[in-house]
């Protein structure tokens, strides 16, 4: 069945370090993928999304490319902040179908220190 | 725009005990979804929706109840709480199928 895999966390990074988040995925069809974060004590927050291969999402520093033939979507920034502390979560939608249905990876919590 | 509206943010029920969640939105969206979050498990789907009076399981939908009478709500039922169901559940809205969802800020439930 459809899955997604993320790295485990915590990663812990200081300020102005390179990020990356390692997600997987395990999908029929043409699914979208997408990043999700969420801060402490609140509901998630769609990050960025890409919807076909070689597609390449980005908001606010962060970036990751649709990568179908290493079936991969890795999030990356080139420099973090604190307060880019939080949980961030891997996605994908079923590709057939239409349902909207998501499906997410584990989560992976960032901390970034002064 | 509010976005998705849950309510309550906070609640304790006792085992046996009914209840609704609910949830609404006000950016015409036809795509709605519930999921529940627990530690070290992510977040699961427990029903969903592709429009107005068209409901469909999720992963993990036994114990709730789903309707969707109209396009702005899309109320959870939990039909006999079990300590099982503590967890956070999240109400979503997206507009198409390869859009993003828009969460709202979550229900924090506690069954004793």
């Known amino acids: 069945g459809n899955s997604v895999t993320q790295m485990e966390g915590p990663v812990t990074l200081s300020e102005e370090a390179f990020l990356t988040i390692n997600c997987t995925y395990t999908a029929t069809g043409y699914p979208s993928l997408f990043w999700y974060v969420q801060y402490p004590g609140e509901g998630l927050q769609l990050l960025l999304k890409a919807t076909k291969a070689d597609d390449k999402g980005s908001n606010k520093g962060f970036e990751a490319t649709y990568r179908k033939e290493t079936t991969s979507f890795h999030l990356e920034k080139g420099s973090v902040q604190v307060s880019d502390s939080a949980v961030y979560f891997c996605a994908l939608n079923h590709g057939s179908g239409n349902t909207g249905k998501l499906i997410f990876g584990q989560g992976t919590t960032l901390q970034v220190k002064p | 725009n509010a976005g998705v509206t849950q309510t309550p943010k906070f609640q304790v029920l006792k085992t046996g005990q009914s209840m609704t969640l609910q949830c609404a939105q006000d950016?015409?969206?036809?795509?709605m979804s519930w999921y529940r979050q627990d530690p070290g498990m992510g977040l699961r789907l427990i029903h969903y929706s592709v429009g107005a009076g068209i409901t469909d399981q999720g992963e993990v939908p036994n114990g709730y109840n789903v309707s969707r009478s109209t396009t702005e709500d899309f109320p959870l039922r939990l039909l006999s709480a079990a300590p099982s169901q503590t967890s956070v559940y999240f109400c979503?809205?997206?507009?198409?199928?390869?859009?993003?969802?828009?969460f709202g800020s979550g229900t924090r439930l506690t069954v004793v």
């Open positions: 979503a809205s997206s507009y198409g199928f390869k859009d993003g969802y828009t």
């Open positions: 950016m015409n969206h036809e795509y």
